[in-house]
């Protein structure tokens, strides 16, 4: 159990464009999902956390009009890269919670972005 | 601030025992997780510890000592395919989880 599935897992695209990544959660309800990047030989870095039917919170540098994130529904939550450039290119990787109380992170396969 | 340190890269043969240490200085604290990155893919989680002592298990095991902020991920009986990144990440009283940068683990024949 706790599968969480992220489409597209690559992704080429033309920079000035914008990418859509999906990551779902497939056999439980994910309160909570989180959004983070990685860049090659480093760590994850949290960009954004999301609840369902709010808003979601940003990490302090990321840009919230240029990384939209809507968690529409308990099982869906999606990153939008608004107008994307060559340093966007990155490791996307998104993970989901069942809830407060169970603290641990379930990650998607991540999708590797790259913006030419 | 929040910091948790972790060695960069550590070297180990196959079949041998690794120990992989992570300290961590954080406001709060909800447990520690290990979690195992291969190059190109997401963690997967190994071990979580939120009271003090060892939690073995199989091949893995982890240790905690929250008055040392301390802990360490021991790998026995190393294969080829343990070879990965090992991420330590401390869940702060936010409940947000604080990454290490990771440890490279190389398994030599």
């Known amino acids: ?116 | 601030g929040q910091n948790i340190d972790q060695p960069t890269e550590m070297t180990a043969t196959e079949g041998a025992i690794v120990q992989i240490n992570c300290t961590y200085q954080t406001s709060g604290f909800n447990g520690l997780f290990w979690y195992q990155q291969h190059a190109g893919e997401a963690p997967t989680f190994l071990s979580y510890n939120v009271l003090d002592g060892l939690e073995e298990k199989g091949r893995f095991s982890s240790f905690l000592s929250r008055s040392k902020g301390y802990s360490y991920l021991l790998l026995k009986e190393l294969q080829m395919k343990d070879s990965a990144s090992y991420l330590c990440a401390v869940m702060d009283s936010n409940y947000q989880l604080i990454w290490g940068a990771g440890t490279k683990l190389i398994i030599k024949p």
Request: net charge neutral; proline share 4%.
């Open chain 1, 1 to 116: 159990g706790a599968v969480v599935s992220q489409h597209p897992s690559w992704v080429i695209c033309k920079s000035g464009t914008s990418v859509k990544i999906e990551c779902r959660s497939l056999d439980f309800q994910a309160t909570t999902m989180f959004w983070y990047r990685q860049f090659p030989k480093q760590s994850l870095m949290l960009m954004a956390t999301s609840n369902e039917g709010s808003k979601a919170t940003y990490e302090q540098g990321v840009e919230k009009d240029k990384f939209l994130i809507n968690h529409a529904s308990l099982t869906l939550s999606t990153l939008t890269v608004t107008s994307a450039h060559p340093e966007d290119s990155s490791f996307y990787i998104c993970s989901a919670t069942p809830g407060a109380e169970y603290n641990e992170q379930f990650f998607g396969p991540g999708t590797r972005l790259t913006v030419l």
